[in-house]
């Protein structure tokens, strides 16, 4: 008896019923690499390290532990390079030409891959710089400038990352949505092949098609480039892409809000970037959204982590989008080719078929309709889905094996309805090769040998909760060369350092002796600024104590507006304070909307505290204690981040006590 959940809904609406088939008898298609998630470009997992257990590690297992959520089969991190790359800046492992500095504790990637092996060791680790230190150029903006540095570089950080936390990087990319030279791509598989690392591939050039033009042109090249990794493709790549025969993945798409569109534009391009464009891996940036929600592409990752302090997080639709594939493969399965097992459904959405070659098959459909599957990029060209029962005959050396197979289910909803996530079904029997099922909108189904699958759980998650008021931080729990909790770069890096001060153990240092080789222009080049709080405060009063070892300038700030590739626009409240013996209040970043300034005295090398009090259009700011001033402000903004700056790159910059009495 075919349960109900399967009945044509002919009396709902009327039901088209199309055939396919599934045949492996003229050989398989290409070689699934997996599914994947990206940390980094930049700063995108900040808040995840802070939370505490045991969110933290259920969080993980969402992300990567096998037959529990997502199960990714790829983890690509940025090579972190000390400047801003979309929502935050990365620790670079050398921040200076001296190989004694380099340093593989900092920053969190390490951490992040080493808790995704804890879970699947079998995953495939994915290394790609956004920008790099000013060294790697000579002191240009060009990282190529002396390819053999800039190799060795590269190849520091995998060498780092096997003698100091025994991760094997699978493969390395060049540079994100940048430039590329040819000399330096032969020059990095030479680099690699002569120092053991013959078994790392090559992926390029993680932006769009010209590579593809470029490995046709030159046999040396075509050697040394294993996969073809474009971003946020449509589904679709070129004819010169498919000649190079080369393995083609989707090293970067999604990127939009994780919704029940953001999981309707995921669970189609999974589809349908094999259907359409020969796609045999698909990476999400980001992997999980736990940034800031102000910060640039709020929440366009598998699932939420954005609240440490509450331990809150959210299990969003696109992790069981994720493991309708996932769960049900292993990277080196095969597609069926295109026809035979992978094609558009006559009225509209898709399916793939994969097998292990062992006996086992696994079908992916999706029904995503137009509306209720947009991705951020690239537009996406109308089409129409309407409700169809598909028809499938198995051919080939699986016709007579198969006699039914596991069903796993989704339904994004677009109204009131409650959707359905991820829930396995009765079993479908398969006669003599062939079986129907009704198919309705915006549905996913997986429908495979594979008995292993489970929709992992936890309780749920703590409430909700606004960034806590008050809020202290001395800094000195915390590991040397790490961040402090809920701190978030947006210029420059700040670290843990030893203040070697009776009554400053431990302090942040900002880190960065000279303005990178950036992605995007964050900020003024002589400055940095880090962000905290609740981006809806309106009214705060809040401290920190600082030291500049020579010459130079900090500031702190409140109600500051933008960040990421944005920071250079931010409005707010900004109070400098130089050694030079002035002060300066503006309303802007760049320093160029003055409200008042005046006389301070900031002693070198010693430790002074500022604060800042801002209550609708009044602000005061502090000064070891002594206010220093107090003016009517701008209107707006009204709200925003509360910030701390230098005015330079430099390492001579220490902050200390950071405190926020009051917040609203």
Not at 132 to 139: A, H, M, Y
Request: aromatic share 12%; with cysteine; hydrophobic share 35%.
């Amino acid at each position: 008896m075919v349960p109900k959940w399967m009945w044509t809904s002919i009396f709902l609406l009327p039901v088209a019923l199309c055939a396919y088939t599934i045949d492996d008898s003229s050989g398989l298609g290409r070689t699934y690499d997996g599914i994947g998630g990206i940390s980094g470009g930049g700063a995108t997992s900040r808040l995840l390290v802070n939370y505490a257990e045991p969110y933290r590690s259920q969080i993980l297992d969402y992300l990567f532990k096998p037959n529990f959520g997502a199960s990714l089969q790829i983890f690509k991190v940025e090579i972190g390079g000390d400047a801003q790359s979309t929502d935050g800046t990365e620790s670079s492992h050398m921040h200076n030409s001296n190989p004694k500095d380099a340093n593989y504790d900092r920053g969190y990637e390490w951490w992040l891959m080493k808790e995704a092996k804890k879970r699947n060791p079998d995953i495939k680790l994915y290394g790609l710089p956004w920008a790099f230190p000013k060294w790697v150029g000579n002191g240009t903006n060009d990282p190529y400038h002396n390819p053999d540095v800039l190799a060795g570089y590269i190849l520091n950080w995998i060498k780092g990352a096997k003698s100091h936390h025994n991760l094997t990087i699978d493969y390395i990319g060049i540079w994100n949505e940048r430039t590329y030279t040819v000399e330096y791509i032969k020059l990095l598989r030479k680099v690699l092949d002569d120092n053991g690392f013959k078994d790392m591939q090559i992926v390029a050039a993680d932006g769009k098609f010209q590579i593809s033009g470029d490995i046709l042109k030159d046999s040396d090249l075509a050697k040394a480039v294993q996969y073809i990794g474009v971003h946020y493709p449509g589904t679709e790549v070129t004819q010169q892409t498919i000649q190079t025969g080369k393995p083609i993945w989707a090293s970067e798409d999604y990127s939009t809000n994780n919704n029940e569109v953001g999981g309707g534009c995921w669970a189609r391009i999974l589809n349908q970037n094999y259907v359409n464009g020969n796609m045999t891996s698909t990476i999400s940036w980001n992997l999980i959204a736990s940034y800031y929600d102000a910060l640039p592409y709020t929440r366009d990752g598998l699932m939420t982590a954005i609240e440490p302090w509450s331990g809150h997080y959210e299990v969003t639709s696109p992790i069981w989008g994720a493991a309708h594939t996932t769960q049900f493969t292993e990277i080196g399965w095969k597609y069926f080719k295109h026809g035979a097992g992978a094609a558009h459904l006559d009225k509209g959405g898709s399916y793939v078929s994969l097998t292990d070659g062992k006996g086992n098959l696994t079908i992916v459909i999706e029904t995503m309709s137009h509306d209720h599957s947009k991705c951020i990029r690239p537009g996406l060209p109308p089409y129409n889905v309407s409700a169809q029962t598909a028809s499938f005959t198995i051919k080939g050396s699986l016709a007579s094996k198969i006699t039914s197979l596991n069903v796993w289910y989704t339904k994004l909803t677009f109204d009131s309805s409650t959707p359905t996530y991820f829930e396995k079904k009765p079993a479908i029997k398969v006669s003599q090769g062939s079986f129907s099922l009704d198919l309705q909108l915006d549905e996913i189904y997986t429908l495979s040998t594979v008995t292993t699958a489970q929709k992992g759980s936890y309780p749920t998650s703590p409430a909700s909760a606004p960034f806590p008021v008050p809020y202290q931080d001395n800094f000195d729990s915390y590991p040397i060369h790490s961040e402090a909790n809920n701190f978030a770069d947006q210029s420059g890096v700040y670290e843990i350092h030893q203040a070697n001060d009776p009554d400053h153990k431990l302090a942040m240092r900002q880190m960065i002796p000279d303005y990178p080789i950036i992605r995007c222009i964050p900020a003024d080049p002589n400055l940095t600024v880090s962000y905290i709080g609740n981006h809806n405060w309106k009214d705060a009063t809040f401290s920190i104590d600082s030291m500049i070892e020579v010459n130079g300038g900090v500031f702190i700030a409140f109600r500051v507006t933008k960040g990421g590739c944005q920071t250079k626009n931010a409005k707010g409240v900004y109070f400098w304070v130089n050694t030079n013996g002035t002060f300066t209040v503006t309303s802007d970043i760049g320093h160029k909307d003055v409200i008042t300034k005046g006389m301070s005295s900031v002693p070198v090398a010693k430790w002074f505290t500022l604060k800042l009090q801002v209550e609708g259009t009044q602000a005061t700011g502090y000064l070891n204690g002594k206010q220093a001033f107090s003016t009517k402000i701008p209107a707006t903004p009204k709200n925003g981040f509360i910030a701390i700056g230098t005015t330079d790159f430099s390492t001579q910059y220490w902050f200390d006590n950071f405190s926020v009495t009051k917040a609203s």
